[in-house]
């Protein structure tokens, strides 16, 4: 089965960057849209950026002109480069995709969510 596995969360100073990475991994798939959200503790969970098959971005109000998503397609990758950082960004990150998964001659969508990384900017 598919999963997608995040990396690179942790405490930066305000003003600072920060490089998210999410991994997808687990048998025969491909990936279409990707995306990283957020979450603050009881609050619900907002879109950040999202990034299409064909590499067209979409982001957040709040984030346009600091943040960036792309990804590497051979390495099933999705980033997020986070530069400027305020301490409004902390939160918990989740990336996320809409895969479709093949075995045999059998296919289905799935729409996967990583585990979350933690991103608190504080001095």
């Known amino acids: 089965q598919v999963q997608l596995v995040e990396s690179g969360g942790g405490l930066v100073q305000p003003g600072g960057s920060l490089r998210l990475s999410c991994a997808a991994s687990g048998g025969r798939f491909s990936i279409s849209a990707m995306g990283w959200y957020r979450q603050e503790p009881g609050k619900q969970r907002d879109l950040v950026a999202s990034?299409?098959?064909?590499?067209?971005?979409n982001y957040a109000d709040s984030v346009k002109g600091r943040f960036t998503i792309y990804r590497d397609n051979a390495k099933n990758t999705v980033y997020l480069q986070m530069n400027s950082l305020k301490p409004e960004d902390t939160a918990v990150y989740y990336c996320n995709a809409d895969v479709v998964q093949y075995s045999g001659s059998f296919s289905w969508d799935l729409e996967l969510w990583g585990q979350g990384t933690l991103v608190t900017v504080s001095s």
């Open positions: 990034i299409t098959s064909g590499d067209s971005t």
